[in-house]
């Protein structure tokens, strides 16, 4: 029964019903009536219709044939024909619904497709039109038999459109409940034509068994199966239509009957012929079981009194395809399917259809038994975000079915056994993921003075405990009741009935319950089809969230000062609507705007794809005491009143995402809104009382330490509301800035948190999980004002202070910064210099929160700051080299500001004249001068190039560097220092730096690579160049730095080469004569290189391996030619080789070797 209108819905069943083949006790008296196959004349679609089909359509909608059967005596044939006729389901959509998946989101049905469900109009109720057909094809989309959602022509239903449409479909045949015809598949270019025999049986409107020779293996029906349906509803008056077969049999004699068994044994002798003569042979004896039963089984006779009356599902493939989409693990498709399958059984819900119950269990079952829930539980990690969202999902499906308005008692019974069974096994997820839930349960909210209570102490709660919960609630209230019936139920005045308001002061109905929990209920209503009184209740509650708004409102006003005084609070609200299980807000807005939705194709999802936005109009709310109301501005309030609502941030990961995906989801519907005069009314009221609401908003002047953040809200509602109210919008946005937990003093109220207490600030901080999202989103809402801000002075300097106070990220104020420059210099316009300071300003805070920090971007934040100053113009250039100390480390200040301010490209970009440039240049060598002193081994070689045009500077710069060279500076650093001088034009300085950097270093006898080793070669070079002094002053500090041999005798070498003193010193006579080694200062470098090579020959004999002997030999050979530059030379080394003989005679090998090479 899927019509949307009918009053009691049909019970949802937890098992399949096998097909119906009740026997026939008696056939009813046959009379006269129309022929075989008789339908609807053409005529008659201009008539009204006949009592005899009003009559015939609601008892083959509402009972079991064989219940008419017993309840009267004779039942003339027209009126068991026109049964019979009306019985087969008349609403295409129903045959859709069990062949496709859905398209559009669950429960967002567009009026079109909630109202163009009925067939009950006329004869034309058998025949859909074409549009509305088209209209029920627009929402579909389906899975094939590989389970991939699927689009366009693939569609089963679709498919089977076309079928009928090309005359597919034939020899239609009904024969009492039973449809059967032969469906004939096109050839295709791999596959040849192919028959398809099909089968229905179906009973009071509904499929109850499908068959289809096509052997389709999947959760719906196959295309053939949806081309036969369609024909039957379609074309009536072309089916062939009979009576159940026990009718006509029952109007044969004897020979008549005979004959009809003998020639259908003879047409199908294989199949049939066993079968008959075992039915033979039973009903031949007397003591059979056959002989007990009175009558005999027709399957075309429809089902009897005790058969459950459901659609066809077939309950193997729903498990075997939830298996697989679960084993699939993360992936996208899988998901995606499953929330298809969460989808049909929302919409079977909504159709009233008790298969969606029990496809929901089968469901259920399978994720209970997915493997991954033992291991997840066995290594103590949680489940992924997505199997998280499905698991929801599925615990608010439950919620919905659990409280059907007109469920059965037993019904309700059986589930709350099923979920506790479910909830009571060890893998059943929690509710919150891994952390105990701070939750009230869904009947009543904890009481604030039962916040103190451990952790531990409070039940475990599973995602199946709000749905257990929800089992003990009911719909007897004569006030629910009345609220729900009628769009008139008001009073005159309060009213109060055991302590509960009512009314409110204008009469209309209150519902006081916990707001979750109602908003349940409403959930329930619409999606078991009761979309009149969902609205209804809706519109109640949020009655009473204005009434208790007002409330609290006029309680703050009272405690105002002394909270003010405080700047905290301990008032806020434990469970926060967004983020909630039931997704109370998300409830209300679906409820309300769903009435709203302009019926039009471009509204409708088609399944191409390309979902389109909504759009909405306005619809007066029943009762309203000013007409200036609509749902559609009730929507917008409560989904305001709803996030601005103050709350604690939830414990552990999965709730804290939760709610900012919950947020982001409710700001996306929000967005699809246009909005007009009385959205923006409406938007203007509620963000004026939440300003003004204190503690229990989240926009109120105190707030909790720990209260959820409006940032995300807030950005809706500054864009929504700056073209139509400015100054509103920024006093939003500018309230929503803050973010106390980041916060570093704690006022004396920010306490009362559960198992918490005085020590929620070290303990608490740390489960903040989502704080970086948080923080993002601050940001974004400060670049979305300081955008909307751009050329206003005041308004920028005000998000300014904002920013500076609230944002606690050095790499979210450098993004604000860089935002705030980007917009204040647009390519094809000129820059905006209020905005361009407000960039700057950031980026210097953001230099003062990195200067003693580490930070990865800190190189690139610097160039942009100097970039940034640049565009500002001199005095911002000036100020930053003037102040560099708290911006800057030396190093950054030296090499990187004052050299890019110093540069060719910046002084044309500001278009200096001759004073100009000279004050910035007398600025950045002052700054190169500090920052020397203060860092000479990092910033001297800089400082140095940054003076080269001052002389004064230059020499300051210059002996700084001497002073620091006996202390802090490296060899390394000292050698770079002098070969720049050198490359300045000063071979002096640079050699007296040379000798201090000598005097830092130490070479060791196998340090042949070391990197120094260029550095001594040029510092000897030049003192060589420069002449015998120079150079006899540099050999004493080789000899005493450098042992390593090689190195020596190539400084050696050399030095022999050429006469010194070829720098050509002016005042400097250079006799052109080549140095003799037996005199200084070469003897001493000489008679130190033969020492070298004789401790490293020494060194290297005590762990030398064969492997290395060749290589000593060479060795050997240089230290000969080092030798023999000695006058003596030749006898010095043939003693040094009789030595090595007799010190190392028992490496042989080797010794003869070095016979061999040196006698």
């Known amino acids: 029964m899927a019509e949307g209108r009918r009053d009691p819905p049909l019970h949802p069943l937890l098992s399949l019903p096998p097909a119906s083949k009740r026997p026939c006790l008696r056939p009813a008296p046959r009379g006269p009536g129309p022929g075989p196959g008789s339908g609807l004349s053409a005529s008659r679609h201009r008539s009204p219709e006949s009592l005899l089909d009003c009559a015939a359509k609601a008892v083959a909608e509402k009972w079991a044939f064989e219940r008419v059967e017993e309840r009267f005596e004779r039942i003339p044939e027209p009126v ?245 989409f679960l084993s699939q693990g993360g992936y996208y498709g899988s998901g995606k399917q499953l929330n298809s399958m969460f989808a049909k059984v929302r919409e079977m819900l909504r159709m009233r259809d008790s298969n969606g119950a029990r496809m929901l269990t089968l469901i259920t079952e399978q994720f209970m038994a997915d493997p991954r829930l033992s291991l997840w539980r066995q290594q103590g990690t949680g489940m992924t975000d997505k199997c998280r969202q499905l698991w929801d999902e599925l615990g608010a499906l439950w919620v919905c079915v659990v409280l059907n308005p007109h469920c059965k008692g037993e019904e309700k019974s059986g589930w709350v056994k099923q979920l506790k069974k479910w909830s009571d096994m060890d893998v059943c997820p929690l509710e919150d993921g891994n952390y105990g839930s701070e939750l009230p349960n869904i009947t009543n909210a904890l009481p604030q003075s039962h916040l103190a209570q451990d952790s531990l102490s409070r039940p475990r709660r599973t995602v199946f405990s709000r749905a257990v919960e929800a089992c003990s609630l009911h719909w007897q209230g004569s006030h629910l009741q009345r609220i729900i019936s009628s769009d008139y139920y008001m009073s005159a005045s309060y009213h109060r009935d055991q302590d509960r308001l009512l009314f409110n002061p204008q009469g209309l109905p209150l519902w006081l319950d916990h707001v979750p929990t109602a908003c349940a209920r409403v959930d329930a209503l619409r999606s078991h089809g009761y979309s009149r009184e969902a609205l209804r209740l809706a519109v109640a509650i949020i009655n009473t969230l204005r009434l208790l708004q007002q409330r609290e409102m006029d309680i703050y006003k009272h405690q105002k000062k002394e909270l003010l005084q405080r700047g905290l609070t301990t008032t806020t609200n434990l469970e926060g609507w967004v983020g909630h299980p039931l997704d109370p807000i998300g409830c209300l807005f679906a409820t309300l705007t769903e009435t709203c939705r302009v019926d039009d194709d471009s509204t409708m999802d088609t399944g191409d794809g390309e979902a389109r936005s909504p759009v909405y109009q306005h619809v007066p709310v029943w009762g309203s005491p000013d007409g200036g109301e609509s749902y559609l501005t009730l929507a917008l309030e409560v989904t305001l009143m709803g996030m601005g609502q103050q709350r604690i941030m939830p414990e552990g990961l999965y709730a804290q995402d939760k709610v900012c995906r919950n947020e982001e989801q409710i700001v996306a519907k929000l967005q699809e809104l246009e909005l007009d005069e009385l959205l923006v009314q409406t938007l203007r009221k509620q963000a004026l009382q939440l300003l003004e609401a204190g503690p229990f908003s989240g926009l109120g002047e105190v707030i909790h330490r720990e209260s959820v953040p409006m940032h995300t809200f807030t950005k809706y509602l500054f864009s929504a509301l700056l073209p139509h109210d400015t100054d509103l919008a920024y006093k939003v946005a500018l309230r929503a800035m803050r973010l106390p937990v980041l916060e570093s003093s704690v006022g004396s109220g920010d306490v009362g948190h559960p198992h918490h207490g005085i020590s929620i600030v070290p303990s608490r901080y740390p489960r903040w999980f989502t704080l970086g999202h948080l923080e993002s989103q601050q940001c974004e809402l400060a670049s979305t004002m300081l955008t909307a801000a751009k050329g206003d002075m005041l308004r920028l300097r005000t998000v300014l202070e904002a920013i500076q106070k609230n944002i606690h990220s050095s790499s979210l104020i450098y993004k604000l910064a860089q935002d705030a420059f980007k917009i204040a210099t647009p390519a094809d316009s000129p820059a905006d210099i209020t905005l361009l300071n407000v960039a700057l300003e950031l980026g210097l805070q953001v230099m003062r929160m990195t200067l003693s920090t580490l930070n990865w971007r800190r190189r690139e934040m610097v160039r942009w700051l100097v970039t940034c100053a640049t565009e500002v113009g001199l005095r911002a250039l000036v100020s930053i080299l003037q102040g560099w100390y708290t911006l800057f480390t030396p190093t950054e200040a030296t090499s990187i500001v004052a050299a890019t301010v110093m540069s060719h490209n910046t002084i044309l970009r500001l278009s200096l004249d001759y004073p100009q440039r000279e004050e910035l240049a007398s600025c950045a060598r002052t700054l190169a001068l500090q920052c020397a002193m203060k860092d000479p081994q990092n910033c001297a070689l800089s400082a140095l190039t940054l003076c080269e045009k001052d002389h004064i500077a230059f020499e300051t710069a210059y002996q700084i560097v001497i002073d620091a060279a006996s202390t802090g500076m490296t060899y390394s650093q000292l050698f770079t220092i002098a070969r720049y001088m050198e490359h300045r034009g000063y071979p002096l300085r640079s050699f007296k730096l040379a000798s201090l950097a000598m005097t830092h270093l130490n070479l060791a006898y196998n340090q042949d690579t070391h990197p120094a080793i260029n550095d001594v070669l040029w510092a000897c070079a030049l003192s060589h160049s420069l002449g015998k002094n120079e150079l006899a002053a540099i050999i004493p500090l080789v000899v005493k730095s450098v042992h390593c041999a090689t190195v020596l005798s190539d400084i050696l070498r050399r030095c022999t080469m050429t006469a010194p003193g070829l720098a050509g010193i002016p005042g400097r006579r250079n006799s052109g004569k080549l140095m003799s080694t037996d005199k200084a200062p070469l003897r001493q470098l000489l008679d130190a290189t033969i020492s070298a090579y004789i401790n490293t020959t020494h060194s290297r004999l005590t762990h030398i391996s064969p492997r290395h002997y060749g290589e000593f030999i060479e060795f050997l050979s240089k230290a000969r030619e080092t030798f023999l530059l000695a006058q003596d030379g030749h006898i010095q080394f043939a003693q040094f080789i009789d030595n090595l003989k007799q010190i190392y005679k028992g490496k042989k090998k080797l010794m003869m070797l070095v016979r061999e090479r040196f006698g």
Request: hydrophobic share 35%; proline share 5%; aromatic share 6%.
């Open 80 to 324: 068991q024909r026109r049964i019979v006729y009306w019985s087969f389901p008349r609403n295409e959509k129903e045959i859709c619904m069990y062949s496709s998946f859905q398209c559009r989101v669950a429960g967002e049905e567009s009026p079109a497709a909630a109202t163009a469900t009925s067939g009950s109009g006329g004869a034309s109720s058998g025949a859909p039109t074409a549009a509305s057909a088209a209209a029920t094809t627009t929402t579909a989309a389906a899975v094939g038999t590989s389970g991939a959602v699927g689009t366009g022509d693939a569609l089963p239903f679709r498919r089977g459109i076309k079928l009928l449409e090309t005359g597919c479909v034939e020899n239609v045949l009904q024969v009492g409940f039973h449809l059967s015809g032969t469906v004939t598949e096109p050839a295709s270019p791999s596959e040849p034509e192919v028959t398809h025999k099909v089968a229905i049986s179906f009973d009071r409107c509904k499929i109850t068994s499908v068959t289809c020779g096509c052997g389709n293996r999947d959760i719906f029906y196959c295309a053939h199966v949806v081309a036969l349906s369609l024909y039957r509803i379609r074309k009536p008056e072309q089916v062939k239509l009979r009576l159940p077969i026990s009718e006509t049999l029952f109007q044969m004699n004897r020979d008549q009957l005979q004959k009809l068994v003998q020639y259908l044994i003879t047409a199908h002798h294989t199949e049939v012929l066993p079968t008959a003569q075992k039915l033979a042979d039973e009903i031949l004896s007397s003591n059979s079981e056959i002989n007990q039963v009175h009558g005999a089984p027709d399957p075309t006779a429809g089902a009897s009194i005790d058969d459950d009356n459901c659609w066809h599902l077939d309950e193997d493939q729903v498990r075997e395809q939830v298996k697989q």
